[in-house]
């Protein structure tokens, strides 16, 4: 199969991207901008694209083997999760560190996004630990630390200007997808709801949570919605919940994500920011 290899890193310069790029030995190179490059008509395999990830990694260069011709233009979703995806934190862990709780809470987090917890049973446990909080603690996490990601509103502005509908769908929390919706101009957004009594939270979240199985339905069902097909929604994640939904994607996006996530997904963005996607669809 014959394709082009999209490198591109924010520190990378043009003789770096090129010395990789002669790795896969393409008929032509096409350079975009400054900090990336086209290396178009390359002969992929598989151990070719161990060989330039690997190569490509160590010169802080994320490397995106692409069909070519594949444009903004194939896709009308992009489907986002929330936390270290669109924005740079964890909320929960935000939210736990009022409690002087966050060692704790993260630690649990980390574990899930690795897929060595039940994504459930873990957030069961997280808000747990949040009982009692003032309810006011999410609106100082949302003021005062969240972020967000690199290239998050470029990326965005990118697809609304080109027409497609945005998802951002999370096994966080309303209080934050709904915040960012309105801020951003999101078409739609999905998450848990934290349950709060006399202005504290009980630490339960209230009806189903939204896992790896229900962000895979709700990106399905908005697809159904559209009246598209899974296979024109662009899916970003970071973690192991996002799999199922990134696994019925046209195309995936691993942004800062675990092994796991990096290895499975079709574009991992390591060094880049999200607007990185635009790069690789120009």
Do not use: W
């Not at 290396?39 to 992929?44: D, L, M, Q, R």
């Amino acid at each position: 199969m014959t394709t082009n290899l999209v490198l591109q890193g924010p520190q990378a310069d043009l003789e770096t991207l090129e010395r990789l790029a002669r790795l896969a030995n393409p008929q032509r190179l096409a350079p975009l901008g400054g900090h990336a490059l086209r290396a178009e008509g390359v002969a992929y395999s598989a151990t070719l694209k161990h060989e330039i990830d690997a190569a490509a990694f160590e010169a802080g260069v994320d490397a995106t083997f692409i069909a070519a011709g594949r444009t903004l233009a194939d896709f009308r979703l992009v489907a986002m999760d929330m936390d270290s995806t669109l924005i740079t934190i964890e909320c929960i862990d935000e939210i736990a560190d009022m409690q002087g709780l966050k060692p704790q809470v993260a630690a649990i987090t980390e574990a899930a996004m690795r897929g060595e917890l039940d994504f459930s049973e873990s957030l069961a446990r997280r808000v747990a630990l949040l009982e009692g909080l003032d309810a006011r603690a999410l609106q100082r996490v949302y003021d005062e630390r969240l972020a967000i990601s690199p290239g998050g509103e470029a990326m965005l502005r990118a697809v609304q200007a080109a027409g497609l509908k945005t998802l951002l769908v999370s096994g966080g929390f309303t209080f934050f997808t709904e915040r960012l919706g309105t801020r951003l101009g999101l078409d739609t957004t999905h998450a848990n709801v934290l349950e709060v009594v006399d202005g504290r939270l009980s630490g339960r979240v209230l009806g189903g949570i939204v896992d790896a199985e229900e962000k895979k339905r709700t990106v399905e069902r908005v697809c159904a919605e559209l009246g598209i097909d899974p296979s024109q929604a662009i899916v970003m994640g970071d973690g192991a919940n996002d799999l199922k939904m990134m696994g019925i994607a046209g195309l995936s996006v691993a942004f800062r994500a675990k092994p796991v996530v990096r290895e499975q997904a079709s574009v991992a963005l390591n060094f880049s920011g999200l607007d990185g996607l635009l790069t690789i669809l120009s």
